[in-house]
């Protein structure tokens, strides 16, 4: 069946969606995160072969890095966001692949988007984009999460922004204004495209984190050694806690088919 075409912005913004193929970690350490920040901020400010500014090849309002996929919120500038998105992934999957010796796709084959033709839905978005560390369970507050561009905000008022237009959101509401809503949680009815809405699967990260600290596994593969009942247990358990099987499968090498097949599902 042909893939159905992207629906287009009026105005060229878009909420864009990078996640890794098979919800796979894409960020192993600090260096990895600061390697993709780095390359939206060539996005904002490329340079040609002589180092001389080139125009910038979209505007970013908002992004949040978290271990396994990406949020953008974007505008189309020099060229359409398929190019810029294509670019940007195309140079962390290089990266990656050469530092970590990783083969094949690093990234789900199409990101997803959809488009922002309202102020009202731009400004659900830096709300929803910036918690999104907060619902992963990686972070309290919206202000602990080094990966986001929350910090580009909150310090604009003593520095330039590195990678987002700040300054042009800020024109639209003040920075107070905005931080109590970035602070106040959006409603779980609120309608923002997702990856998996119709389940919010955990992070990887957060998933092992839940099954050593809950468990004392030093390992997530060390669910091997209990019984078959025990085992399905924590499974199930780790379902309700927010993982999805195929996720359950790759960080515990239990095959999809045992998992599936074995009785394990959430229960509540």
Known sequence: MPR???????????HVMLRGVNRQQIFENEDDYRKFI???????????????????????????LM???????????????????KQIASRYAIYYNNRYEH?????????????VS?????????RYIHQNPIAGQLCKNVEDYDWSSWREYINAPNRMSAVCSVPIVLNKIPLDELREQVRTPLPKAQQVLDFDRYRGFAPDEA???????????????????????????ILSAAM?????????SRLTSISTYIISHSGVRPRH
Not at 106 to 115: G, H, T, W
Not at 207 to 233: A, G, M, Q, W
């Open 118 to 126: 309202t102020y009202s839905y731009f400004l659900t978005l830096i």
């Open 240 to 248: 309700d806690f927010g993982a999805g099987i195929r996720q359950l």
């Open 38 to 64: 780095f390359i939206l901020n060539d996005m904002i400010h490329p340079k040609d072969e002589l180092k001389r500014p080139l125009p910038p090849r979209c505007a970013i309002y908002s992004y949040c």
């Open 103 to 115: 083969f094949g796709h690093l990234f789900q084959d199409r990101f997803k988007s959809e488009p």
């Open 207 to 233: 998933v092992i984190d839940f099954l050593k600290s809950t468990y004392r596994l030093k390992h997530p593969k060390d669910i091997n050694h209990f019984s078959k009942e025990r085992r399905n247990d």
């Open 4 to 14: 159905q075409p992207r629906s287009l912005s009026p105005n060229g913004i878009y």
């Open 67 to 85: 271990p396994n996929h990406v949020h953008l919120l974007i505008q189309e500038k020099e060229e359409k966001i398929s190019k810029t998105i």
